[in-house]
Nanobody, 126 residues
Framework: QVQLVESGGGLARPGGSLRLSCVAS????????MGWYRQAPGKQREFVAA???????TYADSVKGRFTISRENNRNTVYLQMNSLEPEDTAVYYC????????????????????WGTGILVTVSS
């Protein structure tokens, strides 16, 4: 069974930065890609970013140029560097991963992934 554990959330001021981390415990399961989603209060969960094992990245339009996703394959770890944070970025952020050999790309990512972390709160407020 795949377990995903997020860390690094908290409070940031508008214009500030936070870095989220997610470590995957895989057992014998191979995963690809890994990604991040978020759910703001009163809204549906939405895709934020994803990265494949070869380093191909995909971002939601709302975070392009501000957020950067990266990955350490040998540590089964994915990061989300969030810069220029806005109050609208306030949400619970979820780490996610797909079983390997599923289709890659936005159309898949928008439907969600196979495995999920429990989520971590990011609050952007002055």
């Amino acid at each position: 069974q795949v377990q995903l554990v997020e860390s690094g959330g908290g409070l940031a001021r508008p214009g500030g930065s936070l870095r989220l981390s997610c470590v995957a415990s895989l057992g014998y399961i191979k995963i690809n890609p890994m990604g991040w989603y978020r759910q703001a209060p009163g809204k549906q969960r939405e895709f934020v970013a994803a990265i494949t094992d070869l380093g191909t990245t995909t971002y939601a339009d709302s975070v392009k140029g501000r957020f950067t996703i990266s990955r350490e394959n040998n540590r089964n770890t994915v990061y989300l560097q969030m810069n220029s944070l806005e109050p609208e970025d306030t949400a619970v952020y979820y780490c996610a991963a797909d079983r390997a050999f599923r289709p890659l790309g936005m159309s898949r990512y928008l439907r969600g992934m196979d495995y999920w972390g429990t989520g971590i709160l990011v609050t952007v407020s002055s």
